[in-house]
């Protein structure tokens, strides 16, 4: 297992190029600063020969960015790896990404080349990119329904032509964890010169595998990742950049590996996302969704307030989020109860805090949301409405006003 584990961030390419979630230049720009400040090792900040917006973004980003290395996607052709580079020279440290589809269905149905052609000009594009960076990474897409041996055997002749990264795309999302470690272990005693190159992957989210793929393949022998902030990407997206490096960092005496990302930056980088998209995140998404540090289930609420090792694998601190959150609805106990009013500026004794929580209990079940407008309400009124025989009438009638 490698000691240190790249990550390559393609939220501004694979990311941006899915429905909904392309950005202006200006946001392009935020968001490679805000990548800058997390850490990342490489920002694949666009495939120049696609767009003049494109062009233009790889270059600017080029100039800006000082602390990353800066790459730039192009299919081996010359006129394609040409214009990324011309994007990308100006880059403080340049990596020319070029691909090129290596399964047989792609070959069949969209290249209309042979396994042979296609390793040739893999070969040449490769040797031509070498020419120009120092830096140059080769995709083989669809590698996880490519023959395991062409892949091998295009692989070593990439490495040959000066590639010093291979990427390992399960480009459609169609490879499960055993199977996809398996491949990257194949490549890794099979092919002769695989220790000049790092071996990469690109996971793909289809079937809902794609950290757990990445992770498969940093145990036998992956030394860098390609992933994305909020897990976007082309249809299901890419794997989760948050999800792999915290799966790193919390379990770190497992896989006995880490990145040098600053984890306070990841749920900032994850809101500058969504805002500049305007795509929220899924409430319960690992790690930076608004539910993964929020408890609202009574034991789990006295479990946290007791001490939060209860219930929290991570501090919500360590990925930027200010602080958990003890939500108040019909599952939450007297304890957060009381330590919210306390909060409010209420104290209570215990049998008064029975009183006010069955008038709590009621209104839970009335009101979705219970906020604390609505605490403040049952602080004042409380004690004597909790004697009351229409205590849920008169709730229902605060709560219609
Ligand atoms: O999914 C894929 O195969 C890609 C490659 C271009 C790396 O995005
Ligand atoms: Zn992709």
């Not at 052609?117 to 120092?134: F, K, M, N, P």
């Not at 880490?258 to 749920?267: A, P």
Request: glycine share 6%; hydrophobic share 40%; aromatic share 6%.
């Amino acid at each position: 297992m490698n000691s240190h584990i790249q990550i390559f961030d393609t939220t501004l390419r694979d990311g941006e190029q899915s429905p909904g979630f392309s950005m202006t230049h200006s946001e392009k720009m935020r968001m490679a600063e805000q990548l800058e400040q997390l850490g990342v090792d490489v920002i694949e900040a666009g495939f120049p020969i696609a767009s003049e917006g494109d062009f233009q973004a790889v270059k600017e980003i080029s100039r800006q960015i000082s602390n990353c290395q800066v790459a730039g996607l192009c299919r081996i052709k010359k006129d394609d790896i040409s214009r990324a580079w011309e994007a990308l020279e100006h880059a403080r440290f340049p990596r020319i990404h070029t691909f090129v589809a290596t399964s047989d269905i792609h070959l069949v149905h969209k290249l209309n080349m042979s396994r042979e052609q296609v390793l040739e000009a893999a070969v040449e594009g490769v040797t031509y990119a070498r020419s120009l960076c120092d830096i140059v990474e080769f995709s083989a897409e669809d590698a996880s329904r490519t023959d395991p041996d062409f892949l091998c055997e295009i692989t070593r002749a990439v490495i040959q032509a000066g590639a010093t990264i291979v990427n390992i795309p399960d480009t459609v999302g169609f490879a499960v964890p055993e199977e996809f470690g398996a491949l990257i272990r194949k490549l890794k005693t099979e092919v002769p010169n695989i220790e000049q190159a790092v071996i990469s992957v690109h996971c793909h989210n289809d079937l809902g595998l794609a950290v757990a793929n990445s992770l498969a393949a940093v145990q036998n022998g992956a030394g860098q990742i390609e992933c994305t902030i909020n897990g976007i990407g082309e249809r299901a997206g890419n794997a989760s950049l948050e999800e792999i490096v915290m799966a790193l960092a919390v379990r770190k005496s497992f896989y006995n590996t880490d990145t040098k990302l600053d984890t306070t930056q990841l749920y900032p980088a994850s809101q500058l996302l969504a805002e500049i998209t305007g795509n929220h995140v899924q409430p319960n998404k690992a790690i930076v969704g608004r539910n993964a540090f929020a408890h609202e289930a009574g034991i789990h609420q006295d479990g946290v307030l007791k001490n939060p090792l209860t219930y929290e694998i991570m501090t919500p601190q360590t990925v930027g989020v200010p602080q958990n959150s003890l939500v108040l609805g019909k599952h939450s106990g007297r304890r957060a109860l009381a330590d919210r009013m306390n909060k409010l500026g209420y104290t209570f004794t215990k049998d008064e805090i029975d009183k006010v929580y069955t008038c709590f209990t009621v209104l839970a079940d009335l009101k979705k949301n219970i906020t604390d407008q609505d605490l403040t309400y049952l602080a004042e009124r409380g004690l004597e409405m909790a004697g009351e025989q229409n205590m849920s009438q008169n709730l229902q009638e605060y709560i219609n006003q």
